[in-house]
């Protein structure tokens, strides 16, 4: 009996031990992926990012960890880089860089606190309209506040520069405020509406006034959020020393109202392992040159002031990255300066924001879509015109060949609110000059780029203004921009643009005013390229 059970059991085991070896080789070749994918994984975040105590200086490791980006994570011909095992897409783009900030370090404060720092903020500017410039609309008290609550609201006659880039610049404080505290863009949104409310109605001594209260909200947002991720692509909290100092200092420079919290929340003393804040590879332009401004109508380089220019231009964020879309994840700003004749010196400032959108690509052709919101502010001898715009967008970019590449850049938008200039010519009226209206207006730009040595371009802006407030009519008013650059060496570029401004207004009590001035403008120009976004991304 024991004889037969033993020979049955070894009977058994043999026919079984072709399957449990199978079992075995399955179990271990599953083990081996598992343990090859986690160390992987485990080990992305150090080569891309992170300091690693012991691993050399954190100055060294840095260095070293942007080098290992610039080399696997730079942008391909498509348009962006290619797919790394080294990135996860859920929470880093294609560049390595965050999609958010790291709620870990940048925590969310109670409402109180950027409440409390949006009457600072207007704490700080009455005491300055006060006691230093001692305005006339600065003394206020209890019997201002009852006036202001008991009136009601008015359209202002504010100075155009004060209305359009003021209060914006001021509601990108407020807005900054929440957002420097941990709030989402929508989220910050409410700060600014809410300062703005404050401001209107116990700040000053006149009523509150309807276009304030839409444009320090709106384009405070917009300035705001620009601000707010300008001064996060130049803060680094692993960095120490001078390195250090000097970021925080730029970053505090353009964000004023983060730099304080900083300072106040310790971050600007604070040493991370890793990069905390969320970043998009941001190209910059620099132009430097002189621009005549002709007196007369349909003239080129006659009669006229020659002013000294300075633009700057920023380009954030790869239009063409196949990514889930926030607000402000894409954006342009350009600034213009202008020194000499003349008490201006702004001359403009134009620029748009995705609000949401998606890339899509067919071949050599990629195509970004979606909703934007614009800025426009125009204020110089020639005319003054400023406008919020809200509207759809589709930016593209074409490989005609390896070494010729076509950008188009098109937008139509609703205008809920824009201010006109009435005056036929230069003014220098220290009250309103210019109607309030709404619309639409449409842009349109394009760019071939030959390689790396010429670009040439066009760019045409059309606006339909209705006036609200101010002599009833229309105006149309039209501006085109061609450009050309011719690079003298590696980044550096000389450039020609001709401006032409076109004015028809249709007014309903009065003959029609037709109206067409030009500028020349001659310019030397600096690209500051990200080492990871390849192109001029116009």
Not at 10 to 33: D, E, N
Not at 312 to 328: A, L, S, T
């Amino acid at each position: 009996m024991t004889l037969l059970m033993t020979s049955m059991f070894y009977a058994v085991l043999a026919f079984m031990r072709p399957l449990f070896l199978l079992r075995c080789r399955k179990i271990l070749s599953l083990s081996i992926l598992i343990f090859t994918v986690t160390v992987a994984l485990g080990q992305t975040p150090t080569k891309l990012d992170t300091i690693v105590p012991g691993k050399g200086t954190p100055k060294q490791q840095i260095k070293e960890s942007k080098a290992i980006k610039k080399q696997l994570l730079t942008d391909s011909i498509g348009g962006q880089p290619a797919k790394s095992p080294l990135v996860d897409t859920t929470t880093h783009n294609h560049y390595g860089d965050l999609l958010n900030d790291d709620i870990k370090y940048n925590k969310k404060y109670p409402w109180w606190k950027p409440a409390v720092n949006v009457f600072g903020v207007n704490l700080f500017t009455w005491t300055m309209d006060r006691f230093v410039f001692n305005e006339p609309f600065s003394h206020i008290g209890p019997s201002t506040w009852n006036y202001n609550i008991n009136q009601g609201w008015e359209w202002d006659s504010d100075r155009f520069g004060i209305n359009f880039i003021g209060h914006p610049y001021t509601g990108s404080m407020y807005f900054n405020a929440a957002r420097s505290q941990g709030y989402s863009y929508l989220q910050s949104v409410p700060y600014a509406v809410g300062g703005s409310l404050m401001w209107e109605y116990l700040g000053e001594n006149t009523r509150p006034s309807y276009n304030d209260i839409i444009n320090t909200p709106v384009n405070g947002a917009f300035l705001g959020e620009i601000f707010y991720r300008l001064s996060s692509n130049v803060l680094d909290d692993r960095t120490r020393g001078n390195e250090r100092f000097f970021r925080e200092l730029v970053a505090g420079l353009v964000n004023p109202v983060r730099g304080l919290n900083r300072l106040l929340q310790g971050k600007s003393f604070r040493h991370t392992l890793t990069e905390v804040y969320q970043k998009e590879p941001l190209n910059i332009t620099i132009y430097g040159g002189i621009h005549q401004i002709n007196t007369d109508n349909k003239t080129i380089f006659s009669s006229g002031p020659t002013n000294q220019l300075l633009t700057v231009q920023f380009d954030y964020g790869n239009p063409f990255e196949e990514i889930r879309r926030k607000p402000f994840d894409i954006f342009r700003l350009r600034t213009e300066l202008s020194v000499g004749a003349g008490r201006k010196i702004l001359d403009n400032i134009i620029g748009y924001g995705i609000l949401f959108g998606n890339t899509v690509k067919w071949d050599k052709l990629s195509v970004l879509y979606g909703a934007f919101q614009y800025y426009d502010y125009w204020d110089n001898k020639t005319f003054e015109l400023g406008a919020i715009g809200f509207g759809g967008g589709v930016i593209t970019r074409y490989n005609i060949s390896k070494t010729l590449d076509l950008y188009t850049n098109f937008h139509v938008s609703a205008i809920p609110l824009a201010g006109n200039s009435t005056r036929y010519g230069p003014g220098t009226s220290e009250v309103r000059d210019y109607t309030y209206n709404d619309g639409l207006e449409a842009k349109f730009e394009t760019t071939l780029n030959f390689g790396k040595y010429v670009n040439t371009g066009v760019a045409f802006y059309y606006y339909i203004l209705h006036t609200v407030v101010g002599p009833a009519g229309n105006n149309y008013i039209a501006i085109l921009r061609p450009r050309i650059n011719v690079r003298l060496y590696k980044n550096l570029s000389v450039g020609f643009e001709h401006f032409e401004y076109y004015d028809d207004r249709f007014l309903k009590q009065g003959p029609p005013i037709y109206s067409v001035r030009t500028e020349q403008k001659i310019y030397l120009s600096y690209f500051f390229e990200d080492s990871q976004r390849k192109g001029h991304y116009y």
